[in-house]
């Protein structure tokens, strides 16, 4: 069995809902791509964890576990999406079907002399009916059909992951640096993570300066899941329609006790 | 397969068993059940406990695990299914149907068969009729699929492998919390502070539960109340004053009245009000606040105002935490004493001319517990954790059972005030009050007679940031509507029972309209409207987000049988809708425009980073104090 080796990297956070300081494991690692890359492969996941202190294995394992629950979410959210498009793609193909007898129907049944302007109209739906309910299920079908191989070859070849502690000690350097970093500074959450990732990036630490950047998008957006999944717009029911759902991959993040300097 | 939980400490009680279901938990366990099936495993739980030790748990945990989840399959499910039905809703064209069928369906009966008409008929029957079967089918599928899953769990959680005991450093610390305190409650207002702490949110929630200090009694119905031999005096408690001394101020010329430097870091430290009432306490002082006990709780806490200014052109209220699990408006008032530390453009002017009066937190022992405190008619309180308050799913059982008694004559959020006897607090203000903490506080406010309100409130909680998550401030502007307005208000916010005209009444241009015509009647009596919208632009100048876009159309229709709570009036501005006029609530700030006709607003912040929150609160009484006094008019 082969084992993919992957960090994890303890970082400086601030509590969400309540309030609160702790500090956040941020496995480097993006489900979508692993599984498109290793979904083919027996396999284990080791992690190597970087602390800024020693864990226990309690929390090592929460690590471990929070691998599992993002994993499972994408399955379980790819899978939901493969039973609603079974029929959305069906959709598509009748609608093509129709869309291809009329087009080549109008051709044949057409007396002479024809109307230009009935023949513009069909045109005109023709183009609506075909890019929007062939070409893009048919579209989706591949993509979608490729994503859901992949998973479905990962679930049965994953063997489950490990958690042990990083040895690399310029690794370990790097989160000490980012905990020294954090005790220095305040300000807001925003604004917080900014710098933070300014100093991962002169750092050359690019898992933090990703893990940042994901914080900050997530922060800024005017969103929530009612708003994205229960909205009434026309123009978010025709989008949806025509580009499909997209699955969200979730970011493998477990919370840890606060490590702050002097804490 | 592997999956977590925990054994929580609790205090003089045996530990507990304890699963984070948090929203998405059904997901997790849906992949979590694909897996097992797929790789033909079986489950494995870790338990964390604080100690590590393992003796003869197995049965219990297998039997807790099935008992968790049968108890709240059915609510998690429904609630999914719920959401996943509005999810698959989108995938009905509604549009296709609705305009392109008739359209195709026309031209294939004008065209006739020879001009390829039979074609277009076709297409138009397809979208009309077969399109739709297809959704309705997706539909029946998904809801399959999720009884497959949830059958599915239960098989894995029957066929549970073992149970691996693990040691967690966070745990151990909490179980010393519990044997070092000697007071049940203190024990868990420091657990549940002490959570974020050692890397275990997720049990933050289990010591909102356990931490009131009396058996929650809300959940018993109004078929009678309970006598008590002796019901709590409304005596008036005897307000303490503290003189003001003389401050100095270091001028700064970049603030305007308040300090937008807001520290996320230092606003996290002040968890309970212990640390809160500390640094209030320090503020005060330096700016030379007048400090005045209003009320003292039976646990010794202190309700205070701090009064500063000498200016009679206006009597401003800043007032906040009135619910305790709403944490942004004290720290905000915090905020706003801090700012007068130092002397900003506006803020010699602003105190010369009128007199502020900041109440930072109304239940101090609510905000330590991040809990909501409930008064019964009789005066009693009582704190009810977050997500277990009246309004709450796990009163639907009672409210189901109330409505089949009551057969419909009813609206559903008037059987739910019958359901609960307990009320909120800010809804019992008036003449008939009984609770002797809000009989205090509208004693002072009756001496202070304030001309401006800004009354500051949240709206955050797991259910809450499934829906709001990330909208900015909301302003209610609590003027009192008079009855004749609120009658008619009432019948145009009220169901049709035409079909047809309930099908024109959901069109939004319809809908705008009556809003309008209602706004227009009301803003002839309250010229004060313009306040609103100059504290709205003064927010948004600022750089912070106003509750608007999709947020907004929340608004308009809340729940399809329920006419909505507030209406909105502008972007970010409400004013209370027919809901509240249904169930006789009048919040502290209505009461108070009714009573001295102060300009009163309520405001709502949302999920967002604490900062902003306060941030938002801060922009906007600024700009609310700068308008009155004509400082700044905002435009």
Known sequence: MKIIDVNAYVLPTLGRISGGLNYTAYVDLEIDKHIMKYGGVEHKVRIHCYSPERLSRGELERIARAFDNAFSRYFADVEKNRRIYRYWRLMGIIAYSIATFVAISSYLFLPHPYNIYAVCVDVFFFHILIFGHCFRPLYRWLLDGSIERGVHRAIKRLKGCEVVEGEDRGKLRLVEMMRERFSEIDGGEINLYGRLRDYARNLGFQAAVRFYDWLIKELREEESFYTKYNPASLWRRIKLYYLGFKVEVPRITAPMRNMDVGA | ?635
Request: net charge negative; charged share 30%.
């Open chain 2, 1 to 635: 397969m592997k999956w977590l939980v925990y054994r929580v400490p609790r205090k003089d009680e045996p530990d507990l068993f304890y699963i984070d279901l948090h929203p998405f938990w059904f997901l997790e366990a849906e992949g979590m059940y694909t897996e097992l099936e797929e790789r033909k495993e079986r489950l494995t739980i870790q338990l964390l406990t604080a100690d590590g030790k393992a003796e003869n748990i197995e049965k219990q945990v297998k039997e807790g695990l099935l008992d968790t989840f049968y108890r709240d399959k059915k609510l998690i499910s429904e609630v999914l299914k719920r959401l996943l039905s509005y999810y698959l809703s989108l995938l009905d064209p509604l549009w296709l149907r609705l305009f392109l069928g008739p359209t195709f369906l026309a031209s294939g009966l004008i065209r006739g068969y020879l001009s390829g008409g039979a074609a277009d008929f076709l297409i138009g029957l397809y979208l009309l009729m077969g399109n739709n079967l297809l959704v309705k089918r997706i539909v029946k599928e998904i809801r399959d699929y999720y009884e497959e899953v949830e059958s599915g769990i239960e098989k894995a959680l029957k066929g549970l492998e073992r149970v691996e005991c693990i040691e967690h450093p966070g745990l151990r610390k909490l179980k010393e919390i519990m044997e070092r305190a000697k007071d049940k409650t203190e024990a868990y207002i420091e657990a549940l502070h002490t959570c974020d702490k050692v890397g275990l949110p997720e049990l933050k929630e289990f010591y909102c539960y356990s931490a009131p200090i009396t058996e929650w009694r809300y959940r018993e119905p109004h078929l009678g109340f309970p006598l008590y031999d002796e019901g709590r005096s409304i005596e008036s408690f005897k307000r303490r004053r503290r003189a003001a001394t003389k401050p100095s101020r270091m001028r700064d010329e970049e603030m305007e009245l308040f300090d937008f430097n807001i520290g996320a870091k230092y606003l996290y430290r002040l968890s309970t009000y212990r640390e809160l009432h500390r640094e209030l306490e320090l503020a005060a002082e330096r700016i030379g606040a007048e400090k005045i006990t209003v009320y003292e709780t039976e646990r010794g806490y202190e309700i205070n105002a701090y009064e500063i200014g000498d200016g009679d052109e206006a009597r401003i209220l800043i007032k906040a935490g009135c619910h305790g699990r709403e944490p942004a408006g004290p720290l905000a008032i915090l905020q706003m004493m801090r700012s007068l530390e130092r002397e900003g453009r506006y803020t010699d002017e602003v105190l010369s001319r009128s007199r502020i009066a900041f109440m930072p937190v109304d239940d101090p022992e609510g905000y330590s517990m991040r809990a909501w405190m409930g008064v019964d008619m009789a005066g009693r309180e009582e704190h009810w954790p977050p997500q277990g308050g009246p309004y709450s799913l796990q009163g639907e059982a009672e409210l189901l059972a109330l409505r089949l008694l009551n057969r419909g004559s009813l609206h559903p959020a008037q059987l739910l005030e019958y359901a609960v006897r307990f009320r909120d607090p800010n809804v019992v203000w008036g003449d008939n009050v009984k609770s002797p903490r809000i009989a205090a506080l509208q004693e002072y406010l009756e001496e202070f007679r304030p001309t401006f309100a800004v009354d500051l409130h949240e709206t955050i909680g797991k259910m809450a940031d499934l829906i709001y998550k990330g909208a900015g401030i909301l302003s209610i502007e609590n003027f009192y509507i008079p009855p004749e307005i609120r009658d008619r208000l009432e019948n145009m916010m009220k169901r049709p029972e035409n079909r047809l005209a309930r099908y024109l009444s959901k069109r939004r241009i319809l809908r705008r309209l009556l809003g309008l015509e209602y706004v227009r009647t009301l803003m002839a009596e309250i010229p004060e409207f313009e306040i609103g919208e100059a504290m709205m632009r003064h927010v948004a100048e600022k750089g912070f987000k106003v509750y608007r876009g999709e947020y907004q159309k929340l608004l308009d229709k809340p729940s399809p049988d329920w006419p909505p709570q507030l209406i909105s009036i502008d972007v970010g501005r409400t004013i209370d809708g027919p809901l509240l006029f249904k169930l006789d609530i009048r919040v502290c700030p209505a009461w108070l425009h009714h009573r001295f006709g102060t300009l009163s607003y309520t405001t709502e912040t949302f999920q967002n980073p604490i900062d902003e929150r306060v941030g938002e609160d801060l922009a906007f009484v600024e700009g609310g104090i700068l308008k009155i006094l004509g400082i700044k008019d905002g435009d």
